[in-house]
């Protein structure tokens, strides 16, 4: 089994920059890709980023790239997924997830073990 917990969300101001975190708990997630996700009230999830089981690939969709970074750090049964986000703007307000799967995707389907999730919210 594999638990998520994000942290790091909250009120930011546009132009602001955040960091957020996801721990990824259980016996095999290090053979595991993370990836973040966002849903925005009304919209769909949406892919953020993602960072293969040893970190030496990630993927952003084209529109957050060079704002969004993601990096990641295993330890025994444990990984720490950090989102460095930059340049805030209010678009980027949504519920943020991390997920876990062993292909690195951009379908959320794909993706089994999913955590509660931490709001960030860009004011104008």
């Known amino acids: 089994q594999v638990l998520l917990e994000e942290s790091g969300g909250g009120l930011v101001q546009a132009g602001d920059s955040l960091r957020l975190s996801c721990v990824a708990s259980g016996r095999t997630v290090n053979t595991y890709a993370v990836v973040w996700f966002r849903q925005a009230p009304g919209k769909e999830r949406e892919f953020v980023a993602g960072?293969?089981?040893?970190?030496?690939?990630?993927?952003?969709p084209d529109a957050l790239k060079g704002r969004f970074t993601i990096s990641r750090d295993n330890a025994q049964n444990t990984a720490r997924v950090a989102l460095q986000m930059h340049s805030l703007k209010p678009e980027d307000t949504a519920i943020y997830f991390c997920a876990t799967s062993r292909l690195l995707t951009r379908v959320d389907r794909n993706y089994d073990h999913w955590g509660r999730g931490t709001q960030v919210t860009v004011s104008s």
């Open positions: 960072i293969t089981w040893s970190g030496s690939t990630s993927d952003y």
